[in-house]
Nanobody, 115 residues
């Protein structure tokens, strides 16, 4: 069974940086996309960034120019580099993997940005 293991969340001051990582642990033959979503209190979960198996990326307008998504050399790890963080980036960040018809979610990691 595949599990998504997330790390890298925490508390940071506005203007600071954090790097999230997510590894798909277990036997997985195919990964179509890897990405990050976030959910702030009282709001719906939203896409932050996504990367396809051939390296194409898609970022939410609110994070363009500040966040970067990339994949590790092992291809089962995805990173989210978050720079110039703002209080409105505060949320639980969830790793997501699409593999065929399977949609996997991590447990989430809290990111809190203080003003």
């Amino acid at each position: 069974q595949v599990q998504l293991v997330e790390s890298g969340g925490g508390l940071v001051q506005a203007g600071g940086s954090l790097r999230l990582s997510c590894t798909a642990a277990g036997l997985i033959f195919r990964i179509d996309t890897m990405g990050w979503y976030r959910q702030a209190p009282g709001k719906q979960r939203e896409l932050v960034a996504q990367i396809t198996s051939d390296g194409n990326t898609n970022l939410a307008d609110s994070v363009k120019g500040r966040f970067t998504i990339s994949r590790g050399s092992a291809r089962n790890t995805v990173y989210l580099q978050m720079n110039s963080l703002a209080p409105e980036d505060t949320a639980v960040y969830y790793c997501n993997v699409h593999s065929g018809i399977t949609n996997l979610w991590g447990r989430g990691t809290q990111v809190t940005v203080s003003s």
